[in-house]
């Protein structure tokens, strides 16, 4: 009964607390390490706090436990999403970052080559 309570309590709470969920399930994941609602709903916390390693590896694992198991496949879909979003957005971002530096003042190899340096003489005096 101890592990209902803070499962149930996150669904409700999901989008607004996304860190006291993900330490909810965890408790509950101490105590059953095969809980897939609780592996769920930790992966849907970490969709929310865009940590896409985690909420990944905790659905492969409920889906290890639970194959079936088809809210589960949802939110691998959902997460399969999501990831396509951040990389075609960070795609954007340095596209446009690189382009921008593109337009700028060319490379001038002359100006920035190093000098070629004299060899250092030992001084004997020092």
Avoid: H
Wanted: glycine share 2%; hydrophobic share 40%.
């Amino acid at each position: 009964m101890v592990a209902v309570f803070p499962i149930a309590y996150s669904t409700q709470n999901l989008q607004t607390q996304g860190y006291k969920i993900e330490k909810l399930c965890t408790k509950v994941l101490e105590i059953d390490s095969k809980n897939v609602k609780a592996l769920y709903r930790r992966a849907q916390a970490y969709i929310n706090l865009v940590d896409l390693d985690l909420a990944e590896f905790d659905i492969k694992k409920a889906l290890e436990i639970d194959p079936a198991n088809r809210d589960v496949k949802l939110e691998y879909k959902v997460l399969k999403e999501k990831v396509k979003e951040i990389n075609k957005k960070d795609a954007q971002f340095y596209g446009n970052m690189f382009a921008k530096l593109n337009k700028l003042e060319p490379f001038d190899t002359e100006k920035t080559a190093p000098k070629e340096e004299e060899p250092m003489s030992v001084d004997s005096k020092a």
